[in-house]
T-cell receptor, first 112, second 114 residues
Framework: KAGVTQTPRYLIKTRGQQVTLSCSPI?????VSWYQQTPGQGLQFLFE???????NKGNFPGRFSGRQFSNSRSEMNVSTLELGDSALYLC???????????FGPGTRLTVL | AQSVTQPDIHITVSEGASLELRCNYS??????LFWYVQSPGQGLQLLLK??????LVQGIKGFEAEFKRSQSSFNLRKPSVHWSDAAEYFC????????????FGTGTRLKVLA
């Protein structure tokens, strides 16, 4: 069974631009969560989607948004990029019936 | 508030030596606990998990962890470290009341000396 996939793996943007990251969960997994990883703040929860609905959101500004499609694939969007948004963005999926999240390889976003 | 503490930021061990990485959590309910490993530039790979039952949990790559409720700890151990174990290790607790998310510790970076 294929794991969680994230595209693109690397991204370079400039301040003020917006970016969209994509995540395809493991087949059969209906929940997708996003995390931001930075050296200073560590791993922080962004939001979780289940059946196209956002179920929970972390403490991030409204510039961070996401959505989930009917095939469970998810996208995350960051508008008006700031230098501090440079990070590794990790996506994780899980089946509803279990509580183990499986992570993708991440998207490395660099904001210049 | 829920939290996870990994008191050791860096640990260096010699290849073949034993390893113990510490993790303490703060969570009011019965915790779901996890250890993940991250190699440079990679995502997180699940090593093992504890939901309930036997407090000694076996994982992949020869790792094990012991849940001690009285000490709010979930320490990761390996009897003999291999050079390929050099990576960063994260402990996490799943918050399940009203929502579902992981709270991660700050990680422990393991260096293995040949």
């Amino acid at each position: 069974k294929a794991g969680v996939t994230q595209t693109p793996r690397y991204l370079i943007k400039t301040r003020g631009q917006q970016v969209t990251l994509s995540c395809s969960p493991i087949s059969g997994h209906r929940s997708v969560s996003w995390y931001q990883q930075t050296p200073g703040q560590g791993l922080q929860f962004l939001f979780e989607y289940f059946s196209e609905t956002q179920r929970n959101k972390g403490n991030f500004p409204g510039r961070f948004s996401g959505r989930q499609f009917s095939n469970s694939r998810s996208e995350m969007n960051v508008s008006t990029l700031e230098l501090g948004d440079s990070a590794l963005y990790l996506c994780a999926s899980r089946r509803q019936s279990t509580d183990t999240q499986y992570f993708g390889p991440g998207t490395r976003l660099t904001v210049l | 508030a829920q939290s996870v503490t990994q008191p050791d930021i860096h640990i260096t061990v010699s290849e073949g030596a034993s390893l113990e990485l510490r993790c303490n959590y703060s969570y009011g309910a019965t915790p779901y606990l996890f250890w993940y490993v991250q190699s440079p530039g990679q995502g997180l790979q699940l090593l093992l998990k504890y939901f309930s039952g036997d407090t000694l949990v076996q994982g992949i790559k020869g790792f094990e962890a012991e849940f001690k409720r009285s000490q709010s700890s979930f320490n990761l151990r390996k009897p003999s470290v291999h050079w390929s174990d050099a990576a960063e290790y994260f402990c996490a607790v799943a918050v399940t009341s009203g929502t579902y998310k992981y709270i991660f510790g700050t990680g422990t970076r393991l260096k293995v000396l040949a």
